[in-house]
Every structure is written in C-alpha cells, then in structure tokens.
C-alpha cells in the first residue's frame, strides 16, 4: 500500500523561527510536492523536486525553501515564520510523467501548522 | 487569477440521488483533468481523471463529462451514498509538473 507520511500533524511555533516539515514516501516516486491549501483557494503548489537534490519554484514559493537530500524524503523550510504562513500543507509524490500524462499524485495527510 | 474554479462550495444531496460538482477552468492549454477527493484530517486521493481528447470517463458510479468548448468539466456521482460526503477538488494539468487545483467543492450526502 502506497504511504506519504509527513513528520506532525499538528504544529504551532512562534513568528520568526525556523520550521521545518518533513515528508517521507516509500513507493520510490521520482517527483514530490509541497503545497499549501488554504479556505476557498484549493491547494497551491509551493515546490517540487524532480530528482534528488534538484528542486523547481511553484506558484507561492516566497518564504519557503526546500530540501531534497534523499529520494524517499522532500523537507520544507520556512526560514522565518510569519502570520500569514499559517495553513494545511500537504506533501505529495508521484511517479514520473510519462508519455499522455498519468499525473496522479499521492497525498500525504498535512500538517497544519499556526504561526503565533 | 484562478486558473480553475469551482463556483459551488458545498453541495447536499439526498442519499441515492445524483450528486453533479462542477468545475471551469480558463487554460485552454490544459489536457488533464482530475478529480481527487478529501476527508477531514487526510491528503487529498486521486479519484478519476480525464483526457482533452475524450469527452467522458467512467468509473462504477462515478463519471467525469468535459466540454472543451465551454472549458467546463463536471463529475457525476450516481447513486450517491453517505460515505461520498468529503470535499472535492478538481485539478489541471498542461502535461507537466504543475498541476492547478480548484477551491474544492463541500458534498454532504444525507441519508
């Protein structure tokens, strides 16, 4: 059975820390995504990475970074949390794209993370 | 500019009813479709998704229609049933990384 696993499910920390969330796959998926999903606007993509240790910007990356040091797990990085950094995020991997697109991905069950 | 909209936050159905959620999307450029389904307190799951070439896709009870003229898509629950009560994404894909999802659409189905 296929598992994303995102290291807390709940997470509160102070404006200005440093937070990092982690997520691990087991099923040996190429691409892995970093999103967040916020009331009335969906999940938006923060970043992915394609391969180890390459990563790519999504549509919201400001404020965020990511790590990819091994294939089974993507880390986000939020240098210096604020406010406005309070969301669900969600990890997901998928295998590669192939040919026709078979883009389905597999979610992780977020971590909601409140910045005080 | 949200690329792909679901107008309806929520929907109630009866149980056995047909439950239709839709979904609009401006990108012309888009040739995937998918729907994924939520639970509280879990990751979104793939559902049931489409080609641009097709029209429609079926899958036991659920069936997802694409009019590429309108740029609208919409899924189709028949009959519905309690445990369908989650929130519904639907998302689009031009073939690459990027896949843009909607709001999400709240079904309640009543028993």
């Known amino acids: 059975d296929v598992k994303v696993t995102q290291s807390s499910r709940y997470l509160v920390k102070r404006t200005g820390e440093k937070v990092f969330l982690e997520c691990v796959q087991d099923m040996d998926h190429e691409n892995m995504f970093w999103y967040r999903q916020d009331p009335g606007l969906g999940l938006r993509l923060i970043y992915f990475?394609?391969?180890?240790?390459?990563?790519e910007k999504g549509d919201i990356p400001e404020g965020y970074s990511v790590s990819r040091e091994k294939k089974e797990r993507f880390s986000l990085i939020l240098e210096s949390a604020s406010t406005n950094q309070t969301s669900m995020y969600l990890c997901?991997?998928?295998?590669?794209?192939?040919?026709?697109?078979?883009?389905?991905?597999?979610f992780g069950p977020g971590t909601r993370l409140t910045v005080l | 500019d949200q690329q792909v909209k679901q107008n309806s936050p929520s929907l109630s159905v009866q149980e056995g009813r047909i439950s239709i959620l839709n979904c609009d999307y401006t990108n012309s450029m888009f040739d995937y479709f998918l729907w994924y389904k939520k639970y509280p307190a879990e990751g979104p799951t793939f559902l049931i998704s489409i080609s641009s070439i097709k029209d429609k896709n079926e899958d036991g009870r659920f069936t997802v229609f694409l009019n590429k003229s309108a740029k609208h898509l919409s899924l189709h629950i028949v009959p519905s049933q309690p445990g369908d009560s989650a929130v519904y994404f639907c998302a689009a894909n031009t073939g690459g990384f990027k896949t843009i999802f909607g709001a999400g659409t709240r079904l309640f189905v009543k028993a």
């Open positions: 990475s394609y391969d180890v240790k390459m990563k």
């Open positions: 997901a991997s998928s295998p590669p794209l192939a040919g026709g697109n078979t883009d389905t991905q597999y």
